[in-house]
């Protein structure tokens, strides 16, 4: 297993990396595995599993409660639609403890709280004439809600939420300044400063804004990372993720823009809006918006068909919008043979990784070379370092590892191997392989590539590898001892 001062070089080995992940999630995760300790001994793992669908119910108990409050006509669409958007529950999938499902739910309390705190402060001319009403408490209430969960969301992610929240806090400031200088927001601004405070305390580093990199093989990586990419404005996807109401957004947009509205309402136009359109460009650049993005389109829904007065009316619109998201959930249930048949390899595949992954466990530390994409799973499974990973930070060990795979020289490849210290070599398809690592490199791929010569002829290895094992998918090697 590794030891505790390798515990950050499971990716990058020998180097290592410095964790862009936070500590919240973690300490959820850790929370959760003391209450399951009593069903099982695999504590962490199932709770990690279970940590984001559990997130997802706490953010629909949430919506529901506070949708309730501020008596939305079709609040039941925002609940629809953050309970069935592919999308969010792909953010807050079982067995998927990302940082994301985290980010989800405080930034939904985040933006909510600031509605319903938008809302309160603009039916008031003046605070000091309510200083002990009930709407004065509410409004307090509201603000400190608001800011904890900002300065939590912040703490998880120091880019999606961030973002969100300089966009908020600069929206607020143009309608109504009182929003964000107020003394009813003074104890949340203290509460704001104390958490982020502790973060840092906590974290002993500045976050890195490592998405914005440029170097070449940063692009070329990014391009095979799904919540990288650039989604078209003419993509399908958007109507997988939202329905067919997002074709009519914009004319429910003019309506609600036209319409004269109360002081309360034309707060929370513009405060909503603005999210709306700001996520809507941001997950054009990236698609790792698209949370966002779906998250805030459900909740503006309810007051974008305010106008419609007819419920049935907008039940039909609802039912019929949502036509492209059933389509999408029903090929993901029951997908057809091709779809069948490339997920029965995968599985396949994952069983025969972790088979040779756990012939690797040893209490000594013997590092690996795999294909970057499956480098993750090696690890976890053969409690190894591995050279290259699916971090951003391991990007020079997925430069390494690629032109390992890629080499022709053997001198070169031996190289790698050496300043690595690697011990052990997962082989992987050959051609896809080759496509990947070229997708990183973006050179003229070799005629005969080192990868192709492990994974379909191991007897024509170089000297150096020694042929281990081998499953249907997968062949594994050891680097010869020179001593």
Avoid at 24 to 53: C, N, Q, R
Avoid at 304 to 318: C, G, M, Y
């Amino acid at each position: 297993m590794l030891r505790a001062d390798d515990a950050r070089a499971f990716e990058n080995f020998p180097q290592g990396t410095t964790p862009h992940t936070t500590a919240p999630l973690d300490y959820l995760i850790l929370g959760l595995s003391l209450l399951l300790k009593p069903f099982t001994v695999h504590t962490l793992d199932l709770a990690g599993a279970f940590v984001s669908p559990l997130l997802a119910l706490l953010g629909g108990w949430f919506l529901w409660w506070w949708s309730r409050r501020m008596q939305f006509r079709y609040r039941w669409v925002t609940l629809s639609l953050y309970a069935i958007s592919p999308i969010l529950v792909h953010g807050t999938a079982l067995g998927r403890p990302d940082h994301q499902s985290l980010s989800i739910l405080l930034v939904a309390i985040a933006i909510c709280a600031a509605w319903s705190f938008q809302n309160l402060q603009a039916l008031n001319v003046s605070s000091d004439d309510i200083r002990e009403s009930r709407i004065a408490l509410r409004i307090r209430g509201w603000a400190m809600i608001s800011t904890t969960a900002w300065a939590l969301a912040i703490w998880v992610s120091a880019y999606e939420p961030l973002v969100l929240f300089l966009i908020v806090i600069t929206t607020s400031f143009l309608v109504n300044r009182r929003a964000l200088f107020g003394r009813d927001r003074r104890a949340g601004w203290i509460l704001f400063a104390v958490i982020v405070v502790i973060a840092l305390l906590i974290e002993r580093r500045i976050p890195s804004l490592s998405i914005f990199h440029s170097s070449a093989i940063f692009r070329n990586w990014s391009r095979t990372v799904g919540e990288l990419v650039h989604v078209s404005p003419t993509n399908p996807v958007w109507l997988h993720w939202c329905g067919y109401f997002l074709l009519i957004t914009p004319v429910l947009i003019w309506i609600s823009m036209s319409r004269d509205r109360g002081r309360s309402e034309v707060a929370a136009r513009w405060f909503v809006l603005v999210l709306l359109v700001a996520t809507y460009g941001l997950t054009i650049w990236q698609a790792r918006w698209g949370y966002f993005f779906v998250l805030i389109f459900s909740l503006a829904l309810p007051f974008l068909l305010a106008p419609i007065k007819s419920p049935p009316a907008v039940w039909i619109a609802f039912a019929l919008s949502i036509f492209p998201i059933l389509r999408d959930w029903d090929e993901r249930l029951w997908p057809n043979e091709t779809q069948l048949a490339a997920r029965v390899e995968r599985r396949s595949e994952s069983v025969q990784l972790r088979e040779l992954a756990l012939s690797l466990r040893s209490r000594d530390v013997h590092p690996f070379l795999a294909p970057w994409w499956l480098s993750p799973s090696v690890a976890y499974w053969s409690g190894q370092p591995g050279v290259a990973g699916s971090s951003h930070e391991s990007l020079n060990g997925n430069e390494d590892s690629a032109r390992f795979f890629l080499s022709d020289d053997l001198q070169r490849a031996r190289e790698i191997l050496q300043s690595h210290r690697v011990t052990w070599i997962f082989a992987y398809d050959s051609e896809r392989m080759a496509q990947n690592c070229a997708a990183i490199l973006n050179p003229a791929l070799p005629l005969h590539p080192l990868c192709r010569v492990l994974d379909r002829s191991p007897g024509q290895a170089p000297r150096f590898l020694i042929f281990t094992a081998q499953t249907a998918a997968f062949k594994l090697y050891r680097v010869a001892d020179e001593r």
